[in-house]
């Protein structure tokens, strides 16, 4: 039986635009030789903390030899500078065995305006979501 596609345009769109209003942080770690199962270690103290945040969309960690990436994604501005406060001694530990090389934030230009004087301290790159609406 064929699929009917009547309305699947509509409903795309509408799945989309919802989608596109989060924001995303991007924040790559380069951890310091020997430091690896160390830093791993950590993985899950962060993950049980980010649980308790009912703001947050998507939170997990990826790993390619001695980088580390962490994959976030908040309902808005606010709900990541709550969970940066909520992490922040164990993102100060963990700043002991790595390095932040580089930060990315991505969302609308509203949600931006409002995390670029928070969070100026760590330099982000700051990417704004472009859509035709």
């Known amino acids: ?3 009917s596609t009547r309305g699947e345009g509509d409903r795309y769109r509408r799945r989309m635009n919802t989608l596109s209003n989060f924001v995303s942080l991007h924040p790559y770690f380069k951890v310091h030789p020997g430091k690896l199962e ?3 270690a950590g993985f899950a103290a962060f ?3 980010t649980k308790t945040e009912p703001e ?4 997990a960690f990826t790993v390619n ?14 709900a990541l500078l709550a969970h940066l406060e909520n992490v ?8 002991k065995i ?16 409002k995390l670029k004087g928070p969070m100026a301290h760590l330099k982000p790159q700051w ?3 472009v859509t035709e609406r």
């Open 98 to 113: 790595a390095d932040l090389t580089r930060l990315e934030v991505h969302g609308s230009a509203e949600e931006l305006a």
């Open 1 to 3: 039986m064929k699929r």
């Open 38 to 40: 160390a830093f791993k």
């Open 56 to 59: 947050n969309l998507f939170y």
């Open 65 to 78: 030899g001695d980088e580390v990436f962490c994959r976030e994604g908040y309902v808005d501005a606010e």
């Open 47 to 49: 993950l049980e903390k």
């Open 88 to 95: 922040g001694a164990l993102l100060a530990e963990a700043l």
């Open 127 to 129: 990417f704004e979501v």
